[in-house]
Structures are given as C-alpha cells and as structure tokens.
C-alpha cells in the first residue's frame, strides 16, 4: 500500500491533535524525561523538530491550553530551520516558558561527515558540547536527546544517559515503554489515536513531528512545501525588513514573486 493511502490525512490537524490530547490525558499521566515515573502508567510525548519551529510552538500553545507538557527536540544543524536565529531562538524560549521541556535532536551525520567521528566517547562529548550551546542561548537546562536520522551504531546504542542527557532510545525505555510515530507524516506502524483509545499499555512514548498537524487535512507533501513556502517567505521578509530599515532600494523586485507560505 503506498504512504498517501496510509495517511490518514484527518488525523493530522489541529482539531484532532486537540482530540487526541485529551483522550490520552484520560488515561495517561504525561511525563518528562527528567523523572520518568516507572511503574505508574505515563506517557512520554515527545516532539523532533525536523521542520519547522514555528509549528513546534503552535502545538505547544495548545498543549499548554489542554493542561500537559511535552519534550522538544531542537536540531542545531537542521538543513531547513535554523534555532540560533533570533526569532526562532524567541519561539524556543517560549516553548520553554510554557513548562514544555527542551531536549537536543542530534544529528551524528553532521560530526561523521566533517569530522569523520563516530566513536562511543566522541558521541559523549558532542552532545555535551550541543546542550551546553543551547543552555545557553535558550535559558534553560536540556534534559534528553533523540537522533536524527541514526546510523546502526547509534540506534543500538542502549545507554540511559549520553552526554548527560536521558537517552530516548536506552535500553530501559525501549524495554518498558511502547512506541508510536508519525514519521514522514503518516503512521507507519500504528495509528496513535487507536493506540490511545485502546490505552492498553501502562507506558507510552508518542513521537510527533509538529510540521505534519495542520489546520485542514493535506497530504504530507504538501504540507512540506507549506513549510518550505514559510521559510522562504520569512527570508525575504527579513531581507526587506533589513533594507527598509537601513532606507535602501530593493531594486528589480517583480510584484508577488513568492506565494506566501505559513
């Protein structure tokens, strides 16, 4: 069966998120990294920021409204974002400020290709090295790490903490937690809101991509281009912005060059 017939486009706007946050409150007590409660039933919602954080932010907000935290991870060398930006450094914070935990979404390709480093103990130090950046320019402590895009080596890696982080993927969470994932925008595996109607297991971690939640059901193409379209747009504003203010002319500029995105 190909991906867009396994979307299950509607599950994916704001409304159902809304849904499923509630249901998932009624049975679950959401956890952080920090001090996950073994033993009691909990659940783990976990979001890698591999697009977008300004739709990051949106879901915090209501997830705010709806009374539960969740944990973010913030990916300092994403191709399409970029957190050290002041606007989107600001959306960080606030997400902070909103009681949500901050985490690192390492990507280990980034030090593999520059730096040829792969090994157990460089691992350590580098997402050490990550946390410690974004301690200090977000304000606020970094409490776990997931992977992006992980090779073999790092997959397996069943560590409970690296670099001082809680390890997402340790053996003991792997070993006592179910898991379920939107990755790619569709449900690969199991459909979350079944999972959290069913509420069968005691413990969950729940893996969200705030790019794929929209406000009306698209296909996940499309919603990669609206955020590739956001991006976009938010550059040549900036651009603008910075030659209005220094009273200079954007010379050769044709009338609505870009559609605008979100």
């Known amino acids: 069966m190909m991906a867009s017939q396994q979307?299950?486009?509607?599950d994916f706007t704001i409304a159902s998120y809304r849904s499923i946050l509630r249901r998932a409150r009624d049975s679950y007590r959401f956890a952080?990294?920090?001090?996950?409660?073994?033993?009691?039933?909990?659940?783990?919602?976990?979001?890698?920021?591999?697009?977008?954080?300004?739709?990051a932010l949106r879901l915090a907000i209501?997830?705010?409204?709806?009374?539960?935290?969740?944990?973010?991870?913030?990916?300092?060398?994403?191709?399409?974002?970029?957190?050290?930006?002041?606007?989107?450094?600001?959306?960080?914070?606030e997400i902070a400020s909103l009681g949500h935990e901050i985490g690192i979404h390492f990507d280990p390709r980034y030090y593999e290709v520059l730096h040829g480093s792969s090994g157990n103990e460089e691992l350590d130090q580098h997402v050490a090295m990550e946390a410690q950046i974004c301690e200090y320019f977000f304000g606020c402590r970094m409490t776990a790490v997931s992977f992006h895009n992980p090779s073999r080596f790092i997959a397996d890696l069943g560590d409970e903490v690296i670099g001082g982080?809680?390890?997402?993927?340790?053996?003991?969470i792997r070993s006592?937690?179910?898991?379920?994932?939107?990755?790619?925008?569709?449900?690969?595996?199991?459909?979350?809101?079944?999972?959290?109607?069913?509420?069968?297991?005691?413990?969950l971690q729940v893996l969200t991509h705030p790019v794929w939640w929209q406000e009306s059901p698209v296909q996940p193409w499309?919603?990669?281009?609206?955020?590739?379209?956001?991006?976009?747009q938010?550059?040549?504003?900036?651009?603008?912005?910075?030659?209005?203010?220094?009273?200079?002319?954007?010379?050769?500029?044709?009338?609505?060059?870009?559609?605008?995105?979100?």
């Not at 783990?44 to 920021?49: A, E, Q, S, T, Y």
């Not at 982080?165 to 003991?172: G, P």
């Open 176 to 203: 006592n937690v179910s898991y379920v994932s939107d990755s790619n925008g569709y449900w690969r595996f199991r459909r979350l809101p079944s999972v959290v109607d069913a509420a069968k297991e005691s413990c």
């Open 234 to 262: 938010a550059t040549l504003n900036a651009y603008e912005a910075a030659l209005e203010r220094d009273c200079r002319l954007n010379v050769g500029k044709p009338a609505d060059s870009f559609p605008p995105g979100e």
């Open 7 to 10: 979307s299950h486009a509607t």
């Open 32 to 55: 952080g990294y920090r001090n996950i409660p073994y033993g009691t039933r909990f659940v783990l919602w976990r979001h890698d920021l591999d697009m977008s954080i300004n739709r």
């Open 165 to 172: 982080l809680v390890n997402c993927y340790s053996d003991r």
């Open 62 to 93: 209501i997830e705010h409204e709806e009374g539960v935290k969740a944990t973010y991870f913030v990916n300092l060398h994403s191709d399409y974002y970029n957190p050290l930006e002041t606007d989107q450094s600001k959306m960080v914070m």
């Open 222 to 232: 499309e919603r990669i281009i609206r955020s590739v379209n956001g991006r976009r």
